[in-house]
């Protein structure tokens, strides 16, 4: 089962989505009972759904895709992202080959012992073709990261890792935009990834059952050109660890999203580095979800939506 949130007749709204037939189905059409002030709000499904014994199934000829515009599936979570950095053997090494990384100074370190955990703002997140900003003063080291995002369905607080996976209503795509010269600058990750628009997700949310992360494909490419390319086995801490990890002193909700890292080929991997260019379009794609399609555009300060 695939979700989105569409906007339909300037209205926002969560729809079921079959992609391979170019369908959606508006929510409030789906779902037994009263809808209507939940049907917009992707949190409140996701919550609702996680409590249920059965997906939900098409009914009638829906809605063509062509005619909706799909926006970040989770626009409003619940809290700030939670990211996992340097968790892909290959790319935490070329992170510390780049002199970017306050964390480990050697080879030796490179690899983290325990998941290394940070957030980035809600604000940051926009949608699936939305554009990824340069705006002056920000705009010298931009680099791009896919990712496999984990969405929270069932909350709790100290989940072991045995029973994590009951935790997980379904995955999505982010793209961890960063401005590489801040992330060095103020040593530490927040300013450097929290920029407005630097966190494009979607197309859609694709629940658990849909996704088998042991073959799951993570790819990235610039201007056409495949930059980044593994698989989710390759996690250095997988998705069960990733939640005992945080749900052990923090009370995971539902509409919680989990960005897991990112594999290698960055653009700080590259000797000199490839970072992003005005015009440049960045594709990250996940097997099973669907594409990220993102234009870096120079925008005025204060222009971003």
């Not at 209205?11 to 779902?31: F, H, N, S, Y």
């Not at 990261?145 to 984990?150: D, H, K, Q, S, Y």
């Not at 407005?196 to 629940?207: A, E, L, S, Y």
Request: charged share 20%.
């Amino acid at each position: 089962m695939k979700l989105a949130t569409i906007r339909l007749h300037d209205k926002q709204t969560v729809a079921l989505v079959e992609p391979e037939r170019g369908r959606v189905w508006p929510i409030g059409d789906l779902l037994p009972g009263p809808v209507s002030s939940a049907a917009a709000d992707m949190v409140e499904i996701i919550a609702r759904l996680a409590q249920a014994s059965s997906g939900l199934t098409p009914c009638g000829e829906g809605i063509p895709l062509s005619e909706v515009e799909v926006g970040a599936p989770i626009p409003n979570p619940p809290r700030n992202i939670m990211c996992v950095g340097k968790n892909y053997r290959e790319h935490a090494h070329e992170f510390t080959r780049s002199g970017f990384d306050t964390s480990a100074t050697s080879a030796a370190d490179a690899i983290p012992e325990y998941p290394i955990i940070f957030s980035k703002p809600c604000t940051s997140i926009s949608g699936p073709e939305a554009d990824i900003p340069m705006i002056d003063g920000l705009d010298a080291a931009i680099d791009y990261e896919v990712e496999l995002a984990v969405v929270v369905g069932k909350g709790g607080r100290g989940i072991r890792r045995e029973n994590a996976m009951e935790h997980v209503f379904g995955y999505t795509i982010v793209n961890d935009v960063t401005a590489r010269d801040l992330q060095a600058r103020h040593k530490q990750w927040l300013l450097g990834k929290g920029i407005d628009g630097f966190c494009p997700m979607g197309p859609w949310i694709v629940t658990r059952d849909e996704l088998d992360l042991q073959s799951t494909r993570v790819r990235c490419r610039v201007n056409g050109e495949l930059r980044q390319d593994a698989s989710t086995a390759a996690l250095i801490f997988d998705v069960p660890t990733l939640i005992e990890t945080i749900s052990l002193g923090m009370t995971l909700v539902p509409g919680d999203i989990i960005a897991t890292g990112t594999p290698q080929g960055v653009g700080i991997g590259f000797n000199p580095p490839r970072f992003l260019g005005d015009g440049d379009v960045v594709e990250c794609e996940i097997s099973g979800i669907g594409t990220l399609r993102n234009t870096v555009r120079r925008h005025r300060l204060g222009a971003v939506a």
